[in-house]
């Protein structure tokens, strides 16, 4: 019952800036804010936190390879968020996911592999060229 949006994603050289758009539509509950935000992938990898917000703002957890680099916001009191990327490293290259949780609480206490997350999207492509 919720949908993702995914946007943003291409191909950029390190050193650029890019932005990744979520957007969660819950035909049940359209009023809910959901915890949100992204989790990638890199071919032959683990799957990894990049960032993610709880429905509230009040937190956000960040992997620790895109500390200080990346940014994750939410868009006014939708269940839109963007995560800003900076200074972009090839290292960065993967799949990124929107995820969506639907479950309040559970987004305070973040898993190394999104556990908490219920949905998550088909993903979009970061490449970044040395």
């Known amino acids: 019952q919720v949908r993702l949006q995914e946007s943003g994603g291409g191909l950029v050289q390190a050193g650029d800036s890019l932005k990744l758009s979520c957007t969660a539509s819950?035909?049940?509950?359209?009023?809910?804010?959901?915890?949100m935000g992204w989790f990638r992938q890199a071919s032959g990898k683990d799957r990894e936190r990049v960032a993610t917000?709880?429905?509230?703002?009040?937190?956000?957890y960040y992997g620790d390879s895109v500390k200080g680099r990346f940014t994750i916001s939410r868009e006014g009191a939708k269940n839109t968020v963007h995560l800003q990327m900076s200074n972009l490293k090839p290292e960065d290259t993967a799949v990124y996911y929107c995820?969506?949780?639907?479950?309040?609480?559970?987004?305070?206490?973040?898993?190394?592999?999104?556990?908490?997350?219920?949905?998550w999207g088909q993903g979009t492509q970061v490449t970044v060229s040395s």
């Open positions: 995820v969506v949780a639907l479950s309040n609480s559970r987004t305070y206490y973040p898993t190394t592999f999104g556990d908490e997350f219920d949905y």
């Open positions: 819950d035909s049940q509950r359209p009023a809910r804010r959901l915890g």
């Open positions: 917000i709880t429905w509230d703002d009040s937190n956000t």
